[in-house]
């Protein structure tokens, strides 16, 4: 099966332009203003400083836990603020997928139907990213519409994380949970928990963020998971360095 429009697609939000009103209307207990203006220094700061790194990207789809394609990619910030790609030469190919290819016998019927599982399965996963994007980045009129209605939960600070859950953020039974790293006021992760048509076709995401040492703050993994469909995207964002001049 060909995945390169979902590849390109779920890329697309591994590289996530986060707001700062994440938390910007979160309800704060005493002092929690500070903590939520440094969270917001912090992390314009650390978005700002990634600009000037490339990195690699690898992006992964398994199908019922075999892989089923994988892509690497050089990949950077342009001028125009815009994520650029680059396919890194000499990358391991995409195992062979030998349940789409002609079968003795099959006829055109048979290869007829293949493809139209292919293209409904690549359907679906474009459906999945798109729901995924209506979530990441957070809007910040969605928050304060969970807020006013009482769907904004602040945890208090435990194992060293602050812990900000959205109720109903979208549809009803969703939520989009933020973790914040309690000393440093640093997004250390993010959830998405939806799905399409039904709840009995939930889709979900988990963001994992990390930093380099001079602050610069990047998705280190970002997995998207349909289950109904037995279908898993894990991108991978490593390598870090000093974009060249």
């Known amino acids: 099966m060909t995945w ?8 697309a939000v ?6 700062p009103s994440v938390v910007a209307q979160q309800p704060a207990p005493a002092g929690g203003q500070e903590r939520i203006a440094a969270f917001k220094q912090s992390m314009q700061e650390g978005l700002a400083r990634i600009r000037q790194y490339e990195w690699v990207e690898t992006t992964i789809i398994s199908l019922k836990g075999e892989q089923k394609a994988q892509k690497q990619n050089r990949a950077y910030y342009g001028a125009d603020g815009k994520v650029q790609k680059v396919a890194i030469a000499g990358a391991s190919p995409a195992p062979k997928d030998d349940g789409g290819g002609r079968r003795r016998g099959g006829g055109k019927v048979k290869e007829r139907i293949v493809a139209n599982k292919k293209d409904e399965m690549q359907d679906y996963m474009e459906n999945a990213v798109k729901l995924i994007h209506s979530y990441v980045p957070p809007n910040a009129a969605q928050i304060q519409a969970a807020k006013d209605a009482g769907h904004v939960t ?5 194992n060293g ?27 250390v992760g993010l959830a998405v928990k939806s799905y399409l048509d039904t709840p009995d076709d939930p889709i979900t995401l988990a963001v994992e963020m990390k930093t380099l040492p001079d602050g610069a703050l990047y998705a280190a993994q970002t997995t998207l998971e349909a289950k109904a469909k037995n279908i898993r995207v894990v991108v991978q964002n490593s390598g870090y360095r000093p974009l060249a001049k």
Do not use: C, F, M, W
Request: aromatic share 2%; net charge negative.
């Open 4 to 11: 390169n429009r979902t590849l390109g697609a779920l890329a």
């Open 154 to 158: 602040v945890s208090p600070p435990a």
């Open 14 to 19: 591994a590289t996530l332009g986060i707001a």
């Open 161 to 187: 994380q602050v812990h900000i859950e959205i109720a109903q953020y979208l549809k009803p039974g969703d939520s989009l949970a933020v973790d914040l790293d309690a000393a440093a006021n640093r997004l």
